[in-house]
């Protein structure tokens, strides 16, 4: 399983940016899928995840601001990101597992975003 991000880039603080992570190979393995992000000298955290019944998670911290979407049809996995907070600033990973669970067994090569002040 190959899992390509794009959107990353630079918006100011309150602006709005997508993310997309297209996944390619054996995506018959694929259940869930999820966001993650580490910001310089921090953990990775995750961010968001959905699994392909249409459950999804949200990270406290992005709750209302972020939202997580797949399109099983075109095997592309979203993240839309509003209200963006200089917090939010790091390097976001997609990723992708066998389980209903977020457990990852495939990782993006990630895309940063930065949120100016």
């Known amino acids: 399983v190959q899992l390509v991000e794009s959107g990353g880039g630079l918006v100011q603080t309150g602006g709005s940016l997508r993310l997309s992570c297209a996944a390619s190979g054996s995506i018959f393995s694929i259940n869930a899928m999820g966001w993650y992000r580490q910001a310089p000298g921090k953990e990775r955290e995750l961010v968001a995840a959905?699994?392909?019944?249409?459950?999804?998670y949200h990270a406290d911290s992005v709750k209302g601001r972020f939202t997580i979407s797949r399109d099983n049809a075109k095997n592309t996995l979203y993240l839309q990101m509003n209200s963006r907070k200089p917090e939010d600033t790091a390097m976001y990973y997609c990723a992708a597992g066998g389980d209903q669970v977020l457990v990852p067994d495939y990782w993006g090569q990630g895309t940063q975003v930065t949120v100016s002040s």
């Open positions: 959905a699994s392909s019944g249409g459950s999804a």
